[in-house]
């Protein structure tokens, strides 16, 4: 069979300066990319308990896209171990203190840390690394402004609490993108532990997202 040659395929320019933005600006808090600002945010804390569907209302938020990067705990054993020497810490604090507000913390996290252990070594339920990162948009400043505010609002209806990695912001946006790969800095900050039911029973039967 004769070998056809492959035939280059000319850059076409006039397409490149139409989806290119024209210009990047990096600032502390926001991106500016041509005419479109963005303000990357990650989420810092989650519910204690949660219900079915509870992250859904993620999705709907209004002009923004929001990434999710999941990673497996590679050393189980060890974050086992962790978990139960904060069990013995927290039983110290529990049974010498007198203060009910330290107290309460204190039994709330050993339940909840003898709940992991029993999952993992009982019931083999498997936990994970969990990162979001949200990129909120606006070609104006009052459109910016009020979809900030919007999803400000939806974050915390939802008993989400959102943080801006100061200076991140080239980073968060890489990682929000569909085109790059995960920012190590981000995850840093950014993952938390979670089983894997809990983000399956969060997102039932979506299909809209942009997740790895």
Not at 10 to 37: C, H
Not at 94 to 121: G, W
Not at 153 to 160: D, F, S, T
Request: proline share 4%; hydrophobic share 35%.
């Amino acid at each position: 069979m004769k070998q056809k040659e492959m035939e280059a395929i000319p850059i076409n320019y006039d397409l490149l300066n139409l989806i290119t933005p024209q210009g990047i600006l990096l600032k502390n808090n926001k991106v500016e990319l041509g005419e479109i600002t963005h303000k990357l945010q990650y989420i810092s804390g989650y519910p204690s308990a949660v219900n079915v569907g509870w992250l859904m209302n993620l999705k709907e938020m209004r002009n923004t896209t929001v990434s999710l990067l999941v990673t497996p705990i590679e050393d189980v054993s060890a974050y086992v171990d962790g978990i139960s020497k904060g069990i013995t810490v927290n039983k110290n604090i529990y049974n010498n203190t007198n203060n009910e507000a330290l107290k309460t913390q204190a039994e709330f996290k050993i339940r909840s840390a003898e709940k992991i252990i029993k999952d993992i070594t009982v019931n083999n339920i498997p936990y994970i690394n969990l990162s979001f990162v949200t990129r909120t948009s606006g070609n104006t400043d009052n459109n910016f402004a009020e979809s900030c505010r919007s999803v400000k609002n939806e974050l915390a209806g939802m008993g989400l609490k959102a943080r801006v990695p100061a200076f991140l912001q080239e980073q968060a946006l890489r990682q929000s993108s569909p085109f790059d790969t995960y920012s190590k800095e981000i995850l840093d900050i950014s993952n938390k532990n979670m089983s894997l039911e809990t983000l399956f029973l969060g997102l039932p039967f979506s299909r809209k997202w942009f997740s790895r």
